[in-house]
């Protein structure tokens, strides 16, 4: 069984800093790619950042220029540093995995999602 599994967040004042990290374990043969999405209440989930296993790393239009994705262990582990918060970033962040869990079969795997919020 594959598990992906956030921490940090939190409360944050519009301009400043927050970090969140996200760990994949269990029974993972190969990570195709690891990635943050948030979705905001009344709002449809949106891609924050994705990195994949090649090194390449999508962001959403909403984060460029100031949320950064970084593999910490490979891809099991990938953190998420956010700076310069806006309100708006306000959201459940949710860690995304595309995982092989054996040779042949993989899956998207959800983490229970985390909350940020950013007050004016």
């Known amino acids: 069984q594959v598990r992906v599994e956030e921490s940090g967040g939190g409360l944050a004042q519009a301009g400043e800093s927050l970090s969140l990290s996200c760990s994949a374990s269990g029974s993972i043969f190969r990570i195709i790619q690891m990635g943050w999405y948030r979705q905001a209440p009344g709002k449809q989930r949106e891609l924050v950042a994705t990195?994949?296993?090649?090194?390449?790393?999508n962001y959403g239009e909403s984060v460029k220029g100031r949320f950064t994705i970084s593999r910490v262990n490979g891809l099991n582990t990938v953190s998420l540093q956010m700076t310069v918060l806006k309100p708006e970033d306000t959201a459940v962040y949710l860690c995304?995995?595309?995982?092989?869990?054996?040779?042949?079969?993989?899956?998207?795997?959800w983490g229970q999602g985390t909350q940020v919020t950013v007050s004016s």
């Open positions: 990195v994949n296993a090649g090194g390449g790393i």
């Open positions: 995304n995995g595309r995982i092989y869990s054996t040779m042949t079969t993989w899956d998207e795997y």
